[in-house]
Each structure stands twice: as C-alpha cells, then as structure tokens.
C-alpha cells in the first residue's frame, strides 16, 4: 500500500530553524511532483513548496528565502529545511505527491497524516 509518512515536526522558537522529512513507501513505480502544504487552526490548507520529478521548484510568498525543497529520488523522500521560523509558521505540515504504482498505472494523488511545527514568541 502506498503511503506517505511526515516526520521532524516539533517545538522550536522563533529564528530557529527545523528540517521535515516525507518518505513515500510501498509499491511506487515512479513519483511526479512533490509538495508542502501546511494548515494552521482555522485556516484553510495552503501550498508551502513544491517540487517538480525535474527538481523544479516554487515557493510561497511568505516563506521564500526561509524554507527550501528538496527531493531524494533514490530513497523516495522529499524534505523540507526551514530557517528563521516565526509564530506564524505553526501549523500542521503535510506532504502531498503525485505517484504511479506501476508502468502505465493512472498518476493518484497521496497525502501524509501531517507533522505539527510548533514556533513559540
């Protein structure tokens, strides 16, 4: 069964910095594009990051120059290094990916259960 589990979520003060790990498991014949999304209380889920199969990436407004991107393709896991946190960074992260399960297979759409950040004043 494929599926997508975040780690690295924590409680950090403000200009702290946390790395967030999303590793993708089971049967994956390939990944496509990759991402960040975050939602914090009463707010509506939003894109963070997002990478593309071809390293490609973007970023949200508010966290360009802090947060960066990555994927390893060998080990199937995406991360995500944010520096300089600020309060309003706390939310619940998760990661979202485009996957095939095999040659030929339709491309479905996974999301991980999500890692809480936490960024105290």
């Known amino acids: 069964q494929l599926q997508l589990v975040e780690s690295g979520g924590g409680l950090v003060q403000a200009g702290g910095s946390l790395r967030l790990s999303c590793a993708a498991s089971g049967s994956i014949f390939s990944i496509n594009n990759m991402g960040w999304y975050r939602q914090a209380p009463g707010k509506q889920r939003e894109l963070v990051a997002g990478?593309?199969?071809?390293?490609?990436?973007n970023y949200a407004d508010s966290v360009k120059g802090r947060f960066t991107i990555s994927r390893d393709n060998a080990k199937n896991t995406l991360y995500l290094k944010m520096t300089s946190l600020k309060p309003e960074d706390t939310a619940v992260y998760y990661c979202n990916a485009g996957l095939y399960s095999d040659l030929g297979s339709a491309l479905m759409d996974y999301w991980g259960k999500g890692t809480l950040v936490t960024v105290s004043s």
């Open positions: 990478i593309t199969n071809g390293g490609s990436t």
